[in-house]
């Protein structure tokens, strides 16, 4: 019996140096067979992508051949990653996924490397003028149908963009940011956000159910549980979102939202319905009955 790897169909993955410098970015890349739509396929694009793009492709392929059971059709995804195996890499993505101001932290363990944040608007740059552009000149996109999903720190990169640039996406799909984030600096971005110009943009915040005040029932007879509840009411990850999602909701200045809460889910098991929601949200059918 012979072992071969496995690898999703139409996916493939490479490197791309950021203008700037710095270490490479791996972007894993999902392209549907035949010929893309009059105006181009939609597009989804995700941070984490070690992590998050396995989940998108799956929930994608197995969607979109059944349109009128799904209302997904097929688009790309292009998912922002990292080189190596390992589903994060802790290091950069505090660089690259935490608003400014730039700060350092201790290391996330003894003699390690110090943490940095503060580099989100560097990313931003990359995914400007070299991720979407490198995008356009290999498959057709629909410039219309970009989304920006992005989970925990990667859910309050998504915000930092959409106030600091939304013209570059149409749906903005945050889940579980860390609104609290450095004193909640977050809401000053909001509180100066650019002019939602343009088609209106569309906000898709969420938080799993056991990320409130209370403990996910496994987790309440852990040796943990108390320093859990203490952290819970400093991070208040659904009230944060649930309150921004109501505050931006405002359909005349350009910004639509919606605020969902997914059952059963705790900060971490939540990644997996998450990026589901978020590919229903880029690839929903337009233009016909599903």
């Not at 195996?85 to 505090?94: F, I, K, V």
């Not at 505050?247 to 910004?255: A, E, H, T, V, W």
């Not at 978020?278 to 690839?283: K, L, M, T």
Request: net charge negative; glycine share 12%.
């Amino acid at each position: 019996m012979t072992e071969n790897a496995y690898h999703f169909p139409g996916a493939v993955y490479f490197d791309m140096q950021p203008a700037a410098g710095g270490e490479p970015y791996r972007i894993f890349l999902f392209t549907p067979k035949g010929e893309p739509p009059a105006e181009g396929w939609p597009l989804l694009v995700t941070t984490d992508g070690n992590a998050t793009f396995p989940f998108a492709v799956a929930s994608l392929m197995t969607q979109a051949p059944y349109p009128t059971g799904t209302n997904v059709e097929w688009g790309v995804v292009a998912a922002i990653g990292y080189p190596g195996d390992e589903p994060y890499d802790a290091l950069r993505r505090a660089w690259d996924l935490g608003p400014p101001p730039i700060k350092t932290y201790p290391p996330y363990f003894e003699g390690g490397p110090p943490v940095r944040i503060g580099g989100t608007g560097e990313l931003l740059d990359f995914i400007e003028r070299q991720l979407l552009p490198h995008l356009d000149g290999i498959v057709k996109i629909d410039a219309g149908r970009r989304s920006l999903f992005g989970h925990s720190f990667g859910g309050l990169f998504t915000l930092y963009a959409l106030f600091d640039r939304p013209g570059l996406f149409s749906n903005w799909i945050a889940a579980s940011p860390t609104i609290y984030w450095e004193g909640s600096e977050i809401l000053n971005n909001e509180a100066r956000r650019a002019d939602m110009t343009g088609r209106r943009k569309f906000l898709h915040l969420s938080a799993g159910e056991h990320e409130g005040d209370a403990l996910a029932p496994f987790q309440s007879g852990n040796p943990d549980a108390g320093t859990r509840l203490e952290k819970k009411k400093l991070e208040r990850t659904v009230a944060l979102a649930q309150e921004m999602a109501e505050r931006l909701n405002r359909p005349r200045d350009g910004i639509r939202t919606a605020f969902e809460i997914f059952p059963g889910q705790t900060h971490m098991s939540v990644l997996g319905p998450a990026v589901n929601r978020a590919v229903s949200i880029a690839f929903e059918v337009v233009g016909r009955d599903a």
